[in-house]
């Protein structure tokens, strides 16, 4: 088991920029495809971006787009998203996740970070 921890939340007006950042430890990092996820209050979970495992392939929710960029350093042991252009509606719990090779689903899940835009 891979063990994660996030960081780098915290309040921000609508249109600035925060960098998250997740910490991986205990298994090889390279054998998990890693993504970011969101919660809102009373909302349920859903997914904003992910990286492959070299880091070459990204995905993007429509909802993050052009706004947010996913990344990591192997050699850290790091995944990291860059949000720009923060909307009121980006306001959510951010969890890092990630997805062994070879299982179907993210099993190994940070505690979040939050993050909060005003507006």
């Known amino acids: 088991q891979v063990q994660l921890v996030e960081s780098g939340g915290g309040l921000v007006q609508a249109g600035g920029s925060l960098r998250l950042s997740c910490a991986a430890s205990?298994?090889?990092?390279?054998?998990?495809?890693m993504g970011w996820f969101r919660q809102a209050p009373g909302k349920e979970r859903e997914f904003a971006a992910s990286i492959s495992r070299s880091g070459g392939t990204t995905y993007y929710a429509d909802s993050v787009k052009g706004r947010f960029t996913i990344s990591r350093d192997n050699a850290k042991n790091t995944v990291y998203l860059q949000m720009n252009s923060l909307k009121a509606e980006d306001t959510a719990i951010y969890y890092c996740?990630?997805?062994?090779?070879?299982?179907?689903?993210?099993?190994?899940w940070g505690q979040g970070t939050q993050v909060t835009v005003s507006s």
């Open positions: 205990g298994r090889p990092f390279n054998w998990y495809i």
């Open positions: 996740a990630g997805q062994r090779i070879g299982r179907s689903e993210y099993e190994n």
